[in-house]
């Protein structure tokens, strides 16, 4: 039998935001194209949704 | 002096932190647990009664004498990037990896056994509780039968899972859920149910607390309305002060539960009463700080670099 709270999940959909930044060892923050650091630019990071409560990965729950 | 922050290379959040110990020239280590072994690596000798150790990683050195503080934000698994991982080389490099940080004198936020004990739900609510929160009626039962009672006596009642939805498959979500008096009860033998009363909400409220200070924020509910992350509504995040009666029972909290980081999740009914819901203990701020302006990760930062001794971090 399925547990009584499974039975109120849903699929998620397929999620693949595409990042436009990467981890950049030397300064270990990441960085857009241009170099700047991605923090930069708050209107990028609240659109690829990176920094919400849901964006949890699987290994945290402490959202 | 250095702080260390283990979390994964794609955590921007952790980003909004080093720029701000970057900018007082704080120096900083950044380790994902999952890099070990291999990209980072790690040595401790415990000899001639002394101790010893020493962390690198991309180019980056840090001796234990030198560790200041150590900022537990979103760490992978210990091993989990490795050539070979399995169960017994993530239990390994745990022992290693943690019991080095344990032997070093460094400030904790939050002290992994702390946040262990704080990650429980159940236990949670008690401590709400202890700490003079109002807290929703809620049952944590197995029993079919009481899950159906308790349904009857307060008949809006919603579900939630107290762990998040099933680590093995990240396709799921599990938002919290309003269930009706029809629900299939007998299921509830089958898995530990959480069950609270609705709170009739006029908004959802998100308060970060970094060692003393606070910073709460609210977003307008719908009518109606259940779990304020999905489904968008086009209210924003906002700024708002303190009531005292919170303030003080925010300490309160964090104090049973030895934090020096936590955001609670409220729900503000009607009459202005914010009703516990939840106390996250690594919970997210970055979207509180890019929607509200509040300088979360600059106190975090700030709370990191410190020399004071925090009886809530050890
Ligand atoms: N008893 C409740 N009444 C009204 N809304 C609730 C209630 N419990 C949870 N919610 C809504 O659902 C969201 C998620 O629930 P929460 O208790 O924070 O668990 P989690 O975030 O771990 O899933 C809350 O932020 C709130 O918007
Ligand atoms: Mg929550």
Known sequence: ?63 | MTVLILTSEEDVTADMVVAALHGTGTPVLRLDPADLPGKAVLSADYAHGDFDGHLSVNGHVLSMGGLRSIWVRRPGEPAAHAADPSPWLTAETRQALYGMLHSAAARWMNHPRNADQARLKPWQLRVAHLSGFAVPPTVFTTAPRLAREFVEEYREVVVKSASGPPPDDPQVALPTTLIGPDADFAAVAAGPALLQRYVHKRADIRLTCVGTRLFAARKIAEPGQVDGRYGDTGHAWQPVPVPDRIGKSVHEYVTLAGLAYAAFDFAEDEDGIWWFLECNQGGQFGFVELETGQPIAAEVALWLAQHRADRRSR
């Open chain 1, 1 to 63: 039998m399925q547990p009584f709270t499974l039975k109120y999940a849903f699929p998620k959909g397929i999620c693949q935001a595409v990042t436009p930044y990467h981890f950049d060892p030397a300064q270990q923050l990441n960085v857009l194209p241009n170099g700047r650091p991605a923090v930069s630019d708050p209107d990028l990071l609240l659109a690829v949704g990176t920094t919400t409560s849901t964006a949890g990965s699987a290994t945290h729950f402490d959202d």
